[in-house]
């Protein structure tokens, strides 16, 4: 089993920026494929952004040039640096990982294609 705790949430006011982390087990870790998605109340879960193994970036339209993902392998971890936060932005925001199977990119805006989850992370951006 894969666990995934999420960190770096908080209250942060329009503008300004926030930087979450994800740390995973497992000695695998640099051939995950990870991903962030956020929740707002009322709303579906939806992607933010994902990273293969070898380090290709994917964004959300409304997050792109915005927000930056990343991983460092030798600590088992991904980041997710959130710049120009807006009140949209203010939701839980959950680690995700798909450690088997080939990295399907196509799939990779769908919850079901992740295999393990974090506990989630509250952002809170204010106006």
């Known amino acids: 089993q894969v666990q995934l705790v999420e960190s770096g949430g908080g209250l942060v006011q329009a503008g300004g920026s926030l930087r979450l982390s994800c740390a995973a087990s497992?000695?695998?870790?640099?051939?995950?494929?990870m991903g962030w998605f956020r929740q707002a109340p009322g709303k579906e879960r939806e992607f933010v952004a994902a990273i293969r193994s070898g380090g290709s970036t994917y964004y959300a339209d409304s997050v792109k040039g915005r927000f930056t993902i990343s991983r460092d392998n030798a600590k088992n971890t991904v980041y997710l640096q959130m710049n120009s936060l807006m009140p949209e932005d203010t939701a839980v925001y959950y680690c995700a990982a798909r450690v088997t199977g080939r990295e399907l990119t196509h799939f990779r805006g769908s919850p079901d294609y992740y295999n393990y989850w974090g506990q989630g992370t509250q952002v809170t951006v204010s106006s």
């Open positions: 497992g000695r695998t870790f640099s051939s995950y494929f």
